[in-house]
T-cell receptor
Framework: EAGVTQSPTHLIKTRGQQATLRCSPISGHTSVYWYQQALGLGLQFLLWYDEGEERNRGNFPPRFSGRQFPNYSSELNVNALELEDSALYLC???????????????FGPGTRLTVL | DAKTTQPPSMDCAEGRAANLPCNHSTISGNEYVYWYRQIHSQGPQYIIHGLKNNETNEMASLIITEDRKSSTLILPHATLRDTAVYYCILDTGRRALTFGSGTRLQVQP
């Protein structure tokens, strides 16, 4: 069974540009999560989507946004890039919301975004 | 959000059991304890989780105290490939996993 996939592996942008990161969940999973891991810092929760709806959002500015498509894949968009946005962006997926109070999140390999 | 406390680092001899402690004294009744590990800049790998009872799978065992204020992850026979940062996390049901600084486990040959 294929795991969570993310693209691209690496992305280099300049300050002020926009970045789009993509994620495909494990087959059968409808919930997708995004996390940011800046250098030397822990993983910070960004967003949670399920069935196309945003279910929860972390403490990030509005220029971090995303969406989930009918096939449950997801995009994370970061507008007006700043140097501090350089980080490893991780996507995770889990079974549908409502399966239980919680469910195991399985992570992809991440996209490393570098802002110059 | 409820928080966890872990030692910053631990060493373990290859082939021996690695016991990684975690304190979560403010845990709520419906919060699950999850363990993940991250091997150098890779995506976190799920290890095990539990609510009240001890759990075991092919990777590890999870021992949760009766009052649920602490837990221990046990890797029964550590190998060099188990060298990683191990995270103890509480899931409140809001699905926003909070990763602390974790425990850096170094397995020594």
């Amino acid at each position: 069974e294929a795991g969570v996939t993310q693209s691209p592996t690496h992305l280099i942008k300049t300050r002020g540009q926009q970045a789009t990161l993509r994620c495909s969940p494990i087959s059968g999973h409808t919930s997708v999560y995004w996390y940011q891991q800046a250098l030397g810092l822990g993983l910070q929760f960004l967003l949670w989507y399920d069935e196309g709806e945003e279910r929860n959002r972390g403490n990030f500015p509005p220029r971090f946004s995303g969406r989930q498509f009918p096939n449950y894949s997801s995009e994370l968009n970061v507008n007006a890039l700043e140097l501090e946005d350089s980080a490893l962006y991780l996507c995770a997926s889990s079974r549908p919301y409502g399966t239980g109070i919680t469910d195991t999140q399985y992570f992809g390999p991440g996209t490393r975004l570098t802002v110059l | 959000d409820a928080k966890t406390t872990q030692p910053p680092s631990m060493d373990c001899a290859e082939g021996r059991a690695a016991n990684l402690p975690c304190n979560h004294s403010t845990i709520s009744g419906n919060e699950y304890v999850y363990w993940y590990r991250q091997i150098h800049s890779q995506g976190p790998q799920y290890i095990i989780h539990g609510l009240k009872n001890n759990e075991t799978n092919e990777m590890a065992s999870l021992i949760i105290t009766e009052d649920r204020k602490s837990s221990t992850l046990i890797l029964p026979h550590a190998t060099l490939r188990d060298t990683a940062v191990y995270y103890c996390i509480l899931d409140t049901g809001r699905r926003a996993l909070t990763f602390g600084s974790g425990t850096r486990l170094q397995v020594q040959p």
